[in-house]
């Protein structure tokens, strides 16, 4: 429960079940982004194969060029022609012969090798000029233009998936620029510089340009030779329909991979995100319902039985969630007995107050104030003690532990207590291991209290003369401390009565209010924070034994 103070600080919160959260919590969607990286990049990679891409274009343009220079071998060898002026010589050419490629035996040769490699094949001569294209067949009705059919129609998923690709490819910029391929209604050579190269100097030259459909064209130029003197070039291009066909292959299989791993991470991180986000907004709409609340009907759900970090946090916060009910309850308590405890010596106090300002007589006088004087010791006494158990909670989870010699603790405590010249007052007698300090950790002034407290409470309830024993030393992993007097021991059945705040049976000559009733409730308070514990009972020979055990080291 809280107080009227917590209820006036603490900000207006909505009950959680009245809120709609969104669709996907927030750790869900986290999940999901960091799930995803991977299978996306995977799917990127799809506009990004460059180096496969341009690994297939040279390996095309390689094949271009072996079937460029196979057309280009058998010109020079059937379709070369040498004119003179005069038709006969022997072995050896005339200086003044010239050599020229003969148009009707080269155009059978490009239209047919042309054909048998599925590839488009000019010719040009030395100045230029085209000779024969492949794309054009000249007869008795002139010359006719030969267009490639399209490729046939393929499924509305796989255009899709092309369109697609092409588009994003475009619109990210994938592609790196390349020229334009443009053919002049009458060509030359010098359309292309690739040709000019192959003519001028006699190298083999490549290029890939780009025609005004988007579509790639891949051309290869090579010398025409006869007697190695260059006596025309021979153009082979093709379109990269087959680099494309071969890279849409790859990409539609890396795209199906991607869609099953996709589908599969999102699967399975929406369940990983179920196992953690929903159990956990579980716990924190408990948690915020026990907050909100004024009573323990709301409970932290039960999420044990998991055996992993959710589960675990559920045993934590119900567990804590108990612990800070019977603090609460133990504080309410504690304040109900201080009130009740601080209110008989105000009430003595205040009727001894009125009492001595209407009597006259002097001996009556002097013992309402003697009761005045023991009820504000009483007090005084009294408010200490509360105060000194209010901080002590805060004490012992601030301090830090420190390793001390136990044995060396009770012998002060015990030439303490013997140095006192009253034969009235019980004496200590101390039994401790041979040659073993009995090393503890824990705070050596508040354990001090807990034996000040024992030694006390044993000497109030000895009689005149009397022993008090103490007997120290290990037991079973635990370090055990047993304080033992000659009184007449526990009433029956009030064995764990005494740790009890407040606990007000005391020995009949002790005078009222000497003590505050909290010294063993403390003590039982400061050995527990210890981890150790306390118990009391009655010894075989008589007298109160009490049973201290706290952990070694």
């Given at each position: 429960m809280r107080t009227d103070q917590d209820l006036r600080i603490a900000p207006p919160t909505a009950t959680p079940t009245t809120q709609r959260g969104p669709l996907l919590s927030l750790l869900t969607r986290r999940v999901l982004a960091v799930n995803l990286v991977a299978p996306v990049l995977l799917g990127l990679g799809l506009l990004f194969l460059d180096e496969y891409e341009e690994s297939l274009i040279a390996t095309e343009i390689d094949g271009l060029r072996t079937e460029g220079e196979l057309i280009a071998a058998s010109i020079g060898e059937s379709a070369v022609v040498i004119e003179t002026e005069s038709e006969a010589f022997g072995a050896f050419m005339p200086a003044g012969a010239t050599r020229r490629i003969d148009p009707g035996t080269a155009r059978q040769l490009v239209r047919r090798l042309a054909s048998l490699a599925n590839i488009r094949t000019r010719l040009y001569g030395n100045g230029g000029v085209l000779i024969a294209d492949s794309r054009l067949l000249?007869?008795?009705?002139?010359?006719v233009r030969v267009i490639g059919l399209a490729p046939a129609e393929t499924d509305a998923v796989t255009e899709y998936m092309r369109r697609g690709l092409a588009w994003t490819e475009s619109f990210i910029g994938a592609s790196k620029p390349l020229p334009l391929y443009i053919e002049q209604p009458n060509g030359t050579a010098y359309d292309f510089i690739e040709v000019v190269g192959a003519l001028e100097r006699g190298e083999a030259a490549s290029e890939v340009r780009i025609n005004t459909s988007g579509r790639k064209v891949l051309a290869v130029a090579v010398p025409v030779q006869f007697y190695k003197q260059i006596v025309g070039a021979v153009f082979v291009s093709v379109d990269d329909s087959a680099v494309e066909v071969r890279l849409f292959e790859v990409r539609s299989s890396i795209l199906k991979i991607f869609t099953w791993i996709f589908a599969v991470t999102v699967l399975l991180s929406l369940y990983l995100a179920g196992t953690i986000a929903r159990p956990v907004k579980r716990l924190a709409e408990a948690a915020a319902l026990v907050r909100n609340g004024h009573?323990?009907?709301?409970?932290?759900?039960?999420?044990?039985?998991?055996?992993d970090e959710i589960g675990a946090l559920s045993s934590a916060l119900r567990d804590m969630t108990e612990g800070l009910w019977l603090r609460m309850d133990a504080t309410e308590q504690f304040a109900a007995d201080v009130a009740h405890e601080i209110k008989n010596p105000l009430t003595s106090l205040r009727s001894a107050v009125e009492t001595v300002a209407r009597v006259e007589d002097p001996t009556q006088q002097k013992q309402l104030m003697s009761i005045i004087k023991d009820d504000v010791g009483r007090l005084d006494r009294l408010i200490s003690d509360i105060s000194d158990a209010s901080r002590l909670d805060a004490e012992l989870s601030r301090a830090e532990s420190e390793p001390f010699a136990l044995a060396a603790l009770l012998e002060t405590l015990t030439e303490v207590t013997n140095s006192n010249d009253d034969d009235e007052i019980a004496t200590v007698s101390l039994d401790l291991p041979h040659q073993d300090d009995l090393t503890i950790s824990g705070l050596e002034g508040r354990l001090a209290q807990v034996f000040r407290n024992l030694i006390g409470n044993a000497s109030s309830f000895s009689p005149p003369g009397g022993k008090i024993f103490i007997r120290a030393g290990r037991n079973q992993g635990q370090i055990k401390i047993e304080v033992q007097d000659q009184g007449p021991g526990i009433p029956p059945g009030k064995e764990?009565?005494?740790?009890?705040?407040?606990y007000s049976m005391r020995p009949e000559k002790e005078k009222f209010g000497t003590h505050s009733g909290l010294g063993l409730?403390?003590?039982k308070q400061i050995i527990e924070s210890h981890r150790g514990s306390i118990t009391a009972n009655n010894a075989q020979g008589g007298g109160a034994l009490f049973v201290v055990r706290l952990p070694v080291t």
């Open positions: 000249r007869g008795p009705g002139g010359e009573s323990r009907q709301h409970k932290i759900p039960d999420l044990s039985k998991r055996r764990q009565a005494v740790f009890n705040r407040f409730s403390i003590s």
